[in-house]
């Protein structure tokens, strides 16, 4: 029996040269082209029926740090700090109205 790493010994045959890349660019392929005609109910689906894995993926597509480069935020005053809680407040929660008035309509 032939050692695999001895010189001049190509190691027997393998997978042939760059059907690696073919098999991963068409895997990608499909995969776009299922996203793009199912992705927007799949995600809804998702959304609606197991809203923490929703919320895991959501999570683990977001960026782990958060830096505000604005420097406009750090000249508001406080009234206009609160002004914009108060309304990122209302946006929250009318979402989550919305998403409450979709988990009902599909079940």
């Keep these: 029996m ?10 027997g045959s393998g997978r042939p040269i760059g059907s690696r890349n073919r098999l991963t660019s068409k895997f990608l ?12 109910s799949a995600i809804k689906i998702c959304r609606v029926e ?20 604005d420097a406009k935020i750090s000249e508001l005053g406080d ?3 609160a002004t914009l809680l108060a309304t990122v407040r209302e946006l929250k929660d009318k979402a989550q109205a919305e998403a409450d008035d979709d988990a009902q309509s599909v079940h």
């Design 29 to 40: 392929y499909e995969l776009a082209q299922d996203f793009e005609e199912y992705g927007a």
């Design 50 to 69: 197991q809203p923490v894995r929703y919320l895991q993926i959501v999570a683990s597509i977001v960026p782990k740090e958060f830096a505000v480069t």
């Design 79 to 81: 009234e206009e700090i």
């Design 2 to 11: 032939t050692k695999r790493f001895l010189p001049n010994n190509d190691g």
